[in-house]
């Protein structure tokens, strides 16, 4: 079935770190591609999504491409913030249907001053 | 709109005692997820609706959870009877349909304890 794998964490940076956290899935079909945040007691909130092929998502400095090649939707930002610190989730969305979101593990980053 | 809503934000009850969780989700929106989040498992998909029908219960994870969706503004998770194990944050999330994959807005999750 269609899934996603994502690094383990946690990811410690100091602040103006670049980042970047790994996420590849398997899916048949064109499934969208989401990248979700998580702030300590809080729901999940969309970063950025791609839904096709090369398509590069972003916001709030952070970026990802969908590589379609590879299989992978890796998250980056050149510059980290103390404020950035969360849990990030990457997903994705079946193509045609009833389309469910499948999540990642999630990946938990911390940015030291 | 005031984004999905879920209650209680917190529950704490003793194991054997049925649990109900609500959600209401956004407006106009025709999907409906129910996700438990723990450390273990990390995010798991329960049962999602369209239109309010449900249409994958896979993630049930026991007989002794239920869920419905009697309208298109509100949705139940009852879990009877419940667990230790059952201690983890549940979130309700709504979608619209529409093209271009819209997101999922999530609520901010039920914290349920069992003890």
């Known amino acids: 079935g269609n899934s996603v794998t994502q690094m383990e964490g946690p990811v410690t940076l100091s602040e103006e770190a670049f980042l970047t956290i790994n996420c590849t899935y398997t899916?048949?079909?064109?499934?969208?591609l989401f990248w979700y945040v998580q702030y300590p007691g809080e729901g999940l909130q969309l970063l950025l999504k791609a839904t096709k092929a090369d398509d590069k998502g972003s916001n709030k400095g952070f970026e990802a491409t969908y590589r379609k090649e590879t299989t992978s939707f890796h998250l980056e930002k050149g510059s980290v913030q103390v404020s950035d610190s969360a849990v990030y989730f990457c997903a994705l969305s079946e193509s045609g249907g009833y389309n469910k979101l499948i999540f990642g593990a999630g990946t938990r980053l911390a940015v030291h001053p | 709109d005031a984004g999905v809503i879920q209650s209680p934000r917190h529950e704490v009850t003793e194991m054997g005692q049925e649990v109900t969780l609500r959600c209401k989700p956004i407006?106009?929106?025709?999907?409906l997820f129910w996700y438990r989040q723990t450390m273990m498992r990390g995010l798991e998909l329960l049962i999602y609706f369209n239109n309010n029908v449900p249409i994958d219960d896979s993630g049930m994870p026991e007989d002794r959870f239920s869920a419905k969706m009697p309208n298109a503004s509100f949705s139940t998770l009852k879990i009877q009877p419940s667990e230790p194990r059952d201690s983890a944050v549940y979130f309700c999330?709504?979608?619209?349909?529409?093209?271009?994959?819209?997101?999922?807005?999530f609520g901010q999750g039920t914290r349920l304890t069992v003890v």
């Open positions: 407006s106009g929106h025709d999907y």
């Open positions: 899916a048949t079909g064109y499934p969208s």
């Open positions: 999330a709504s979608r619209p349909v529409g093209t271009g994959s819209p997101e999922a807005f």
